[in-house]
């Protein structure tokens, strides 16, 4: 990853994007823990409170982690905007 990437991932329910998603971060911020920002966007608030509880401490100050609310399906459109609208 480089600044300003964004990963997007989308798939049916249970089959291991926030884990992937966590673990990608994780490793990300590792690299270069001075420079390395990253900031995470999730449809469930418990995903992003998950994310930064797996984060070693002096990660944390490094990761936002940004749940938005939604109903139970979202269109493609709505998955593509979250992280925009998030910010």
């Given at each position: 990853m ?86």
């Open positions: 480089t600044k300003g990437n964004l990963i997007f991932f989308k798939g049916e329910r249970n089959t291991g994007k926030s884990r992937l998603a966590m673990n990608t971060v994780k490793h990300f911020l590792n690299e270069d823990p001075e420079k390395n920002r990253a900031i995470y966007v999730s449809a469930s608030h418990k995903t992003g409170d998950e994310l930064l509880s797996l984060l070693p401490e002096e990660l944390k100050g490094s990761a936002l982690a940004i749940g938005i609310q939604t109903r139970e399906a979202i269109s493609d459109a709505e998955y593509l905007l979250a992280p925009r609208l998030a910010l």
